[in-house]
């Protein structure tokens, strides 16, 4: 029996051959029904089915696939990749990094609590202008001091 790190790497060569035809149907064997395939930045899918359609749409894309394993940790079942997906195009050639993605997501984590703290410094201010425990009542009219004899 194929150590999980095996398996992997066995689906990783079907899916390099299946690609330019799109045909998941030699990729299903990899997965049983109850799987989870959980592809960053993605949302995880679901059983056999679903994992299938989700790799069909990648493969619509066309033209070839490669990828490099920079890691892999395998315990039982559970098996996580850090990986270079290469899709090759046409006309061009399109390499992803996670880390690179990892990054941008970093950045823009950073530039949103940034953004925020300006946010919440300008409506405090706003807030606040004219005097924190403004009154709510208005003042009473003002009353005449002629007396009239």
């Given amino acids: 029996m194929p150590t999980s790190v095996e398996t992997v790497q066995e689906f990783i060569a079907a899916f390099?051959?299946?690609?330019p035809q799109g045909?998941?149907?030699?990729?299903?064997?990899?997965?049983?029904?109850?799987?989870?395939?959980h592809n960053i930045p993605m949302e995880p899918v679901h059983g056999r089915g679903a994992i299938l359609a989700t790799l069909a749409e990648f493969m619509d894309m066309g033209g070839q696939v490669g990828v490099d394993i920079i890691?892999?940790?395998?315990?039982g079942p559970i098996v996580m990749t850090e990986r270079v997906d290469h899709f090759i195009g046409a006309e061009t050639t399109i390499s992803l990094p996670l880390m690179a993605y990892r990054l941008a997501m970093l950045l823009w984590a950073l530039w949103l609590a940034s953004?925020?703290?300006?946010?919440l410094s300008w409506g405090w201010g706003c807030f606040s202008e004219g005097g924190l425990w403004r009154?709510?009542?208005?003042?009473?009219?003002p009353t005449s001091s002629v007396r009239s004899t």
């Fill in 71 to 75: 890691h892999m940790v395998a315990d």
């Fill in 16 to 19: 390099i051959a299946a690609w």
């Fill in 135 to 141: 009154s709510t009542r208005k003042d009473p009219a």
């Fill in 23 to 37: 045909d998941t149907a030699m990729l299903g064997p990899f997965f049983s029904e109850d799987a989870v395939y």
């Fill in 115 to 119: 953004a925020l703290l300006t946010w």
